[in-house]
């Protein structure tokens, strides 16, 4: 599985062998605004304030959680189920000189890797994905395209600093 960037402003393509899943749109690079149409649902991720650290996550015009950026430089994926309970993801940095991303669940434990590999002739990231023990506590597809959009999100803000 992997994540492809698919347009200069963030765009990117969530794929499986050879098979689309869904495709990431940002309005435009500086607004942080995106949306996506993901197994017949319409999911939207806008910035809460002008520095984009906090991000509301919309599906089907709902607010269903946020994505926040910590002090540790962690991005925290917080989600509402059905049931209305709150699940945490983080997804941390591990790289050093190249940027690998491991997501964790509340309990600690690895669900998967985001592996980075830097296009220089497009400049800009695509991602191989390693599965570990998931959880499968949300949509795996639905938490990918959040954790893609958390990625990007993690380095347009650590560019700032």
């Given amino acids: 599985m992997r994540i492809i960037s698919s347009a ?11 098979q689309k899943i869904c495709e990431m749109h940002y309005k435009n690079w500086f607004s942080g605004s995106a949306h996506t149409r993901l197994k017949g649902n319409q999911i939207e991720l806008s910035p809460k304030n002008v520095w ?5 996550i919309h599906k089907n015009g709902r607010i269903i959680g946020d994505i926040a950026f910590n002090l540790r430089a962690q991005m925290i994926i917080r989600l509402e189920t059905e049931e209305e309970k709150d699940i945490r993801y983080i997804l941390k940095n591990k790289g050093s000189m190249k940027a690998r991303f491991q997501v964790y669940n509340e309990s600690e434990a690895l669900q ?16 191989e994905i390693e599965f570990a023990d998931f ?8 938490l990918l395209a959040y954790c893609g959009y958390a990625a990007n999100l993690y380095f347009a803000l650590i560019s700032t600093v």
């Avoid at 959880?135 to 639905?142: G, K, M, S, T």
């Fill in 8 to 18: 200069g402003k963030g765009d990117f393509i969530l794929q499986e062998t050879d």
């Fill in 52 to 56: 984009a650290n906090k991000v509301r």
């Fill in 112 to 127: 998967f890797t985001l592996l980075s590999e830097w296009v220089w002739k497009k400049f800009r990231y695509n991602y």
């Fill in 135 to 142: 959880d499968e506590r949300i949509d795996r597809d639905e």
